[in-house]
Nanobody
Framework: QVQLVESGGGSVRAGGSLRLSCAAS?????MAWFRQAPGKEREGVAA????????LYADSVRGRFIISRDVITHTMDLEMNNLKPEDTAMYYC??????????????????WGQGTQVTVSS
C-alpha cells in the first residue's frame, strides 16, 4: 500500500503562485495531480512518468503549471503560476503502477492522498 501526503496548499490572489508537494511512501511508476471543486467531478491536472520523460497537462493549466518528480526521494511537485479563481479546488496527489500508461483519468490511479486546498481570490 502506497501512502501519499500532499502539502503546500493555501490561499493566494489571482496572478500569484503556489507550489504543491507530494511525498510517497514508496516508488510508483506514474504520478499525477488531480483537483476537485465543489459540485464538480474530479479532473486531471498533470501527470508524469517514471523518468520524467513523459508529461500530460490539462488544457486549462498548460503553460501555467509545471509538474516534476524525484524518483530517489519519491516526491512530486506541482508549480502553479498565474493562478486564476477557477483553479480553486482541493488538489490530490495520485499514483499508479505501469498498467494503463500515462493518463489523466482518475479511474486509472490506484493510490490517493487526502488532498490539499488551493483557494485563488480575484
Amino acid at each position: 500500500q502506497v501512502q501519499l501526503v500532499e502539502s503546500g496548499g493555501g490561499s493566494v490572489r489571482a496572478g500569484g503562485s503556489l507550489r504543491l508537494s507530494c511525498a510517497a511512501s514508496q516508488y510508483t511508476y506514474y504520478m499525477a495531480w488531480f483537483r476537485q471543486a465543489p459540485g464538480k467531478e474530479r479532473e486531471g491536472v498533470a501527470a508524469i512518468s517514471h523518468g520524467s520523460s513523459d508529461f500530460l497537462y490539462a488544457d486549462s493549466v498548460r503553460g501555467r503549471f509545471i509538474i516534476s518528480r524525484d524518483v530517489i526521494t519519491h516526491t512530486m511537485d506541482l508549480e502553479m503560476n498565474n493562478l486564476k479563481p477557477e483553479d480553486t479546488a482541493m488538489y490530490y496527489c495520485a499514483a499508479a503502477p505501469d498498467t494503463w500508461g500515462l493518463t489523466l483519468r482518475p479511474q486509472n490511479y490506484t493510490y490517493w492522498g487526502q488532498g490539499t486546498q488551493v483557494t485563488v481570490s480575484s
